[in-house]
């Protein structure tokens, strides 16, 4: 199956929770507790252990725009790792580099940042890359192209990236217009809106 490309307010109202697809954040959670369907008809919710992984695991993969085949190789590569697979599992998410031009704020939006990088429009130390999916190390430097600085679309970007608020482990330099990764992601700057063990747990048992 494909990536969703249906309303995002649906699926936020779906988990009752906002799942960051909008860039407007006030105008999705009037609606959350609107579950979607006829008249905002509220569905039978699953109170089973295995609805609950399901649901967490739908949540990570709508949040990263991720597909299932892709999904289950990360939380394949977290298990191998050593420690904990869950922790694991954020780092691999956050580290790439379609999340990464999230977080530092260049884009509005993961989906708004994946199309940025599928454009070629950041270079990953000095060099062009358009691969969304590139997991980003300690020392990379992610900057916006010279030649797509003068886009309109950019022209807010110095302002955008100082107000922006990027995680602890992420070093903006907003006139320069690029950052850089200072370590690996933090737990404590993980965006908590799905239980990550739970979806370790699903695939514990698949």
């Keep these: 199956m494909g990536r969703y490309t249906g309303p995002k307010n649906k699926i936020a109202r779906r988990f ?15 609606r959350l507790n609107q ?27 709508f949040i ?4 299932e085949r892709q999904f289950r190789g990360y939380v394949e590569e ?18 790439r580099l379609d999340n990464v031009v999230y977080r530092m ?21 000095g060099k062009k890359l358009n691969i969304p999916s590139y997991l980003t190390k ?11 600085q003068g886009k309109k679309i950019f022209e807010p970007i110095t302002d955008q990236l ?17 950052g850089s990764v200072l370590s690996i992601p933090l737990q404590e700057d993980v965006e908590n809106v799905f239980d990550v063990k739970l979806i370790i ?3 514990s048992t698949r």
């Design 64 to 67: 990263y725009g991720l597909r």
């Design 105 to 125: 704020g260049f884009a509005v939006t993961r989906a708004q940042a994946r199309q940025f990088v599928n454009h070629g429009m950041f270079t990953v130390n």
């Design 16 to 30: 009752g929770v906002n799942l960051g697809l909008k860039t407007n954040a006030a105008k999705v959670a009037k």
């Design 35 to 61: 579950k979607p369907g006829q008249h905002g008809a509220r569905r039978r919710s699953s109170t089973s252990s295995f609805g609950k992984q399901l649901e967490e695991k739908q949540k990570a993969k």
């Design 138 to 148: 300690v020392g990379d430097e992610i900057a916006l192209k010279d030649n797509k």
């Design 78 to 95: 977290a298990n191998r790792r050593e420690g904990d697979s869950g922790v694991n599992l954020n780092r691999i998410l956050e580290s």
């Design 162 to 178: 100082s107000n922006a608020k990027a995680p602890s482990w992420l070093k903006v330099d907003p006139s320069a217009k690029k």
């Design 201 to 203: 747990e699903y695939y």
